[in-house]
């Protein structure tokens, strides 16, 4: 019985790590068609976002199955709950992706104001989720720790971003084509922030599968 369990989990590990880099597929692709103004990647990371809703009811339908056939205890039922709050984030990312996505379709060719900083943003955020879902697979809680300090620095990312945008608008009058395609790149920085912040969530949800103890906790 305990080795068809660990069998399970095992699988549960592998769905997550698969469901984890269609997350990325989708964040790399969005921010990419951002960089290149390009219409077919924003339909691809579309495409990946619903990718990554039809994993997020399989792992749904495994993880139902472990609580109903196993009857998991204790630890092994934190680690059953924790992946079910995970990929409620995970799809979240998808979602942001797409949103990005969505508004690289309607945007206008112009360069964007200190475009480092959005991409520097975009791959600390996506290192952030690699990190969070590898955490849960090595059941190493330190890694996870380390995800939700990380969070801080997608943050400063957002305010450099922020205050590059402010600038651009103070440096002269802006007409409602300049204003609409500034709120544009504050509303993907946005976006890109929020993959941090569930990134972060999935990180705490595998601390507290691991230890019992939800980080917000014991803060």
Known sequence: MRKTFDEQLDLLSQELTHMGALCETAIASATEALKKRDV??????????????????????????????????????????????????????????????????????????NAQHLKNMSEFAMGMLSSSINAFVEQNADKARKVILDDDVVDSYFERVKADLIESLSQGEADKEDGQFLLDILMIAKYIERVGDHATNIAEWVVYGLTGAHPEETN
């Open 40 to 113: 077919d990647l924003a339909k691809h990371a579309i495409a990946a976002d619903q990718e990554i809703d039809q994993q997020e009811r399989e792992i749904e339908r495994l993880c139902l199955k472990l609580l109903l056939q196993q009857q998991p205890v204790a630890r092994d039922l934190r680690i059953i709950s924790s992946a079910l709050k995970m990929i409620s984030d995970m799809e979240r990312i998808g979602d942001q992706a797409a949103d990005i996505a969505e508004i690289v379709k309607y945007m206008a060719e112009r360069e964007i104001p």
